[in-house]
């Protein structure tokens, strides 16, 4: 337990950090919002960029753990997606917000810290495949549902058309495409500017976390405690019991099976609020699901670690 809160603590303090600068009035919220505008525009588009570029493709990828921790993801989405609307009668671009919180779980703050001491450092080479991917596939996914969702009366070629833009136009969409592409090329970049965007890429997590807090100054959970408490149990129970259930069937190694299932049960990660705040909707489930299932994921993570081989 004590491992556990040696990780989880520092997330909270960082968060707690930006809640208490805009509480005691040291920022102002127009100074969160342009401090998140930087981390989703340049920060993290070069953290994605340099994760990809440097991720070796042909050691790491296995179609079975990949497709095992993917499949149970789309379900969470889908969970939350439908579970939104239906279950909550929330409009249509909200519920594709509250899908991705439930998609989107925390594989780089909990995910990795998190198998190495439980697993020690060999341990994530399994973490290292899903991580390259898991931006790319979930923005990729949550793009193009809430753009065939907001085009839903424009007809069929206007929403391809929103999706081709939006996917294509994207800061973060743009940092992942240019990763692959200096990767699969193997491109090598002056040093200069690898050192330039390591530094911009060194900021991302801890500025998005910073930001953050301060939102969850305005975004109090009132009146959304149903529906968020609904994204942890979908984030917390659902997703990682289907990547169990998958992993059985494809026969993922002993290491893979770990990796996948301890990665699905970690709460939703920062990027469900910034692809909230990308669209304007959402955004107090978002900002909240992120903070409680963290601590709700302590508890969590202990029961699936219990379980695992």
């Not at 990949?66 to 009668?89: C, E, H, N, Q, V």
């Not at 800061?171 to 200069?192: C, E, K, Q, Y």
């Amino acid at each position: 337990m004590q491992d556990l809160l040696d990780v989880v603590l520092p997330v909270f303090l960082v968060m707690g950090f930006g809640y208490a600068a805009v509480w005691k009035g040291f920022l102002s919220d127009s100074a969160v919002d342009a401090l998140m505008r930087f981390v989703q525009n340049f920060a993290i588009p070069c953290l994605l960029f340099g994760a990809i570029a440097s991720i070796e493709i042909g050691e790491t990828f296995d179609p079975a753990l990949l497709g095992s921790f993917f499949t149970g993801a789309t379900i969470g989405f889908a969970a939350g997606l439908f579970g939104a609307r239906l279950l909550f009668g929330r409009p249509w671009e909200d519920s594709v917000v509250i899908g991705f919180c439930a998609l989107f779980s925390n594989s780089v703050l909990l995910g990795l810290p998190i198998t190495e001491r439980a697993y020690g450092t060999d341990a994530l080479g399994p973490n290292y495949a899903i991580v390259a991917l898991h931006a790319p596939f979930c923005y990729i996914l949550g793009f193009t549902v809430m753009e065939i969702v907001r085009s839903r009366d424009a007809g069929f070629r206007s929403a391809a058309r929103s999706v081709f833009a939006s996917t294509t136009q994207n800061a973060l969409m743009i940092g992942i495409g240019l990763g692959f592409l200096a990767n699969l090329t193997d491109l090598h970049l002056p040093s200069a500017l690898g050192d330039a965007i390591d530094l911009m890429a060194s900021a991302a997590l801890p500025a998005a976390l910073f930001g953050l807090g301060g939102v969850l100054h305005r975004y109090r959970p009132e009146g959304d405690m149903a529906t968020i408490a609904y994204v942890c149990a979908v984030s917390l129970t659902l997703h990682p019991a289907m990547v169990w259930l998958l992993g059985s069937a494809t026969g993922l190694t002993e290491g893979q099976f770990r990796s996948a299932v301890l990665t699905a049960a970690m709460g939703p990660g920062v990027n469900a609020y910034i692809f909230a705040n990308m669209f304007g909707v959402a955004k107090r489930v978002a900002a909240s699901s992120v903070l409680l299932a963290t601590a709700f994921s302590i508890g969590s993570i202990w029961f699936w670690l219990s379980l695992l081989p």
